[in-house]
């Protein structure tokens, strides 16, 4: 049984467990590896991994009960994810089959890349798929359609965990900078009537503390309130790594964690330390374990 570090997928580790280990005794006879799926599924996905060597199956989705030659019941998966080997937690798309209402099997492709204008962009079940009951025609559109993902997209995609990553650096700074200018019309009327009276030496207590935190602490605050670093998104796959500046069009692609540049390798060390999300001043923020926004 696959281990729980090598499975890749959005159905649940342990209950896909209960459902492979469950059709197997039941003497379910058709499998991708440890997944239990139709005959026909298994027919396309074998084509299919014959002409695209890198892609591999996720389980992502619920599978569907069965009667079993001797009679058993069972569940196999009617529909798998597909990804490629160098980046399988990213799912690219999927296959799967179902029954024509005459009786006839139709293969069926699902991906982002597929604009079906038959259905609205909102019915995510139609205008993402292709269905054809011609095995030669669903290999063509699973070739067509089922892509690795590339690096532009997928900055495009993480740039909300970007601009999460600097407001929550720049948050802080922010409150205590705004709380200290926030002082009510009073106390500045006050201040004007003093300084017009007096000079430019703050007289009532808010001006006094702003003042005094401005002198102190003001351009820090102002650096970290407008905190805008260069980013570098970083995308760490099993074989290689590949990064690229936001400023610049050239994806850098290294065979050696060794010839990463020394200042992102080590603000990547910095990061694998904290969790998802965590954002880390002049450093970055970590995506997951294979992606990482790097300020540089």
């Not at 980046?87 to 991906?111: F, N, Q, T």
């Not at 909102?122 to 054809?132: A, E, H, P, Q, R």
């Not at 703050?202 to 702003?210: G, N, R, S, V, W």
């Amino acid at each position: 049984m696959i281990s729980k570090d090598d499975y890749v997928g959005d159905y649940g580790y342990n209950r896909f467990v209960d459902v492979s280990s469950g059709s197997l005794s039941a003497g379910w006879k058709h499998w991708i590896e440890d997944i239990p799926v139709p005959l026909h599924l298994l027919k396309f996905y074998n084509e299919v991994k014959h002409k695209r060597k890198d892609i591999v199956v996720r389980v992502d989705n619920r599978p569907t009960n069965v009667i079993c030659e001797g009679g058993e019941p069972a569940y196999i998966f009617p529909e798998l994810g597909l990804a490629f080997s160098d980046a399988p937690e990213l799912k690219c798309g999927g296959i799967g089959m179902e029954r024509h209402i005459v009786g006839d099997w139709v293969y069926y492709v699902r991906s982002a890349l597929i604009r079906n204008e038959k259905y609205k962009p909102s019915n995510k079940d139609g205008y993402n798929v292709l269905k054809t009951k011609n095995f030669a025609k669903a290999i063509k559109n699973v070739l067509q359609y089922v892509k690795p993902v590339e690096m532009a997209w997928l900055m495009e995609d993480k740039e909300a965990d970007l601009s999460r990553a600097v407001m929550n650096i720049r948050a802080p700074a922010q409150e205590v900078y705004h709380k200290a200018l926030g002082m009510g019309r009073n106390a500045i009327r006050q201040e004007i009537d003093n300084m017009i009276r007096m000079g430019y030496a703050p007289m009532t207590q808010d001006f006094k503390e702003a003042f005094a935190l401005m002198e102190s602490q003001g351009d820090d605050l102002k650096r970290v309130a407008n905190y805008k670093p260069r980013t570098c998104f970083v995308w760490a796959k099993p074989d290689k790594v590949e990064f690229k500046y936001s400023d610049e069009d050239q994806v850098h692609v290294v065979y050696n964690v060794q010839d990463v540049p020394e200042n992102i390798k080590d603000k990547i060390a910095v990061l694998q330390i904290g969790g998802d999300g965590d954002a880390v001043m002049d450093v970055g923020t970590k995506i997951s374990n294979t992606m990482y926004w790097v300020f540089v």
